[in-house]
């Protein structure tokens, strides 16, 4: 029975997968030195995989799940009021989940790869489901003056939560056909900048660079690699941060680094990784190497605390990138889920993770589910 199970809920995931491949993007994105034969690309190739080892991974991922993957007790977290951001100084920054960002910049407010579904999933009854509810619901949120997005991935790309934002949001900075997938979801062609790598924008006194990265992309069986990932480099006047996005360790963030460096914070990868596919995540030994490679002041490792997307027990992102840093004399900061950060001047935070595993079930509010494709 639990073998019928499992197969069921796999067909049904990859049906689910199937559907959403759909519109693909329309423009013509030739002229991309990253695009070869209608397929964006890496700049370094890919390892060749054999399929056996493919579908062994799948399995492995979707029915022999370890212990410890995901928290039993409700996470410590600041909750967020509108009045709360409103009365934080400039340069604020706030994590509300995964790698959710919330910026405040110039009296502003920009956010990375919004997802406030309940689920990373096309289907919101079965996938990864979020381990906290985040700290502000979607409806409490100021007007977003932009929506940076690093890829179309459902972990990094909800739909619901788009075309919410899309009522008030100034603009969506996206790479190479994600913004085609925003026209399609109803969002204004108006607001929508899509940009290749090395490609910036201006926007009320703020310079926003799309810069590589080593990942994939796709939302469907059939449209994988037809949009560009990207990482991001937000500049404002004397403030430097770096927003990875997903991706594996590569030469590029030493090239990054060289041209757009020191940075003031970098918000890395440090999470959902696994030995068995190193070229597109890193593993918490790279994310420090890419910090240094950036030539990082603090580092605030994102892309964990919130789903479950890797074998690896969801507290270990964070005491191994604990220890390297600690043991590089790396400047760490990892602020609660809706704690404040100060971008000039950011503060350690605290072991958080260690204190779920004493948190009472009163502490969890409910999750506010934003809904999905």
Not at 154 to 172: N, S
Not at 238 to 263: A, H, Q
Not at 315 to 337: N, S
Request: hydrophobic share 40%; with cysteine; net charge neutral.
């Amino acid at each position: 029975m639990k073998r019928l199970v499992c197969l069921t809920a796999g067909a049904l995931i990859v049906t689910a997968c199937l559907l959403p491949a759909l519109p693909r993007p329309v423009a013509d994105y030739t002229g991309s030195p990253q695009q070869v034969d209608g397929r964006f690309r890496n700049s370094a190739p890919k390892p060749a995989e054999r399929f056996g080892k493919s579908l062994r991974i799948a399995w492995d991922f979707f029915f022999n799940k370890p212990a410890g993957t995901e928290p039993t007790t409700p996470l410590p977290m600041q909750e967020l009021t509108r009045s709360d951001l409103d009365a934080a100084p400039d340069r604020s920054l706030f994590r509300l989940g995964h790698s959710t960002v919330l910026l405040k910049l110039r009296g502003d407010y920009w956010i990375t790869d919004p997802v406030f579904a309940e689920r990373a999933s096309p289907l919101q009854w079965i996938g990864p489901r979020r381990f906290h509810a985040p700290p502000i619901a979607l409806d409490a949120l100021p007007s977003i003056r932009g929506v940076i997005l690093s890829h179309d991935h459902y972990d990094h790309l909800d739909r619901a939560t788009v075309q919410h934002l899309a009522k008030t949001a100034g603009v969506f900075l996206t790479p190479l056909g994600v913004g085609d997938r925003l026209i399609a979801w109803g969002v204004d062609p108006a607001k929508v900048r899509q940009l290749d790598w090395w490609e910036g924008v201006d926007i009320d006194g703020l310079r926003i660079i799309a810069t590589p990265a080593q990942h994939f992309s796709g939302r469907g069986m059939t449209d994988g690699n037809m949009t560009l990932w990207a990482s991001w480099v937000i500049v404002d006047n004397d403030l430097r941060v770096f927003f990875s996005g997903d991706t594996g360790y590569f030469d590029g963030f030493r090239k990054i680094g060289e041209r757009f460096g020191p940075f003031d914070l970098t918000l890395l990868e440090t999470g959902a990784y696994d030995a068995q596919w190193p070229y597109v995540h890193m593993q918490p030994e790279q994310t420090v190497q890419a910090h240094v490679d950036l030539r990082g002041r603090w580092l605030l490792p994102v892309h964990n605390g919130t789903f479950d997307l890797a074998m690896h027990d969801w507290r270990e992102p964070f005491e191994r990138v604990e220890a390297l840093a600690r043991t590089r004399g790396i400047a760490l900061a990892t602020p609660r889920m809706g704690e404040r950060v100060d971008l000039r001047s950011p503060h350690t935070g605290t072991r958080w993770w260690r204190d779920a595993a004493t948190a009472t079930a009163t502490d969890a509010p409910a999750v506010a589910v934003a809904g999905v494709d």
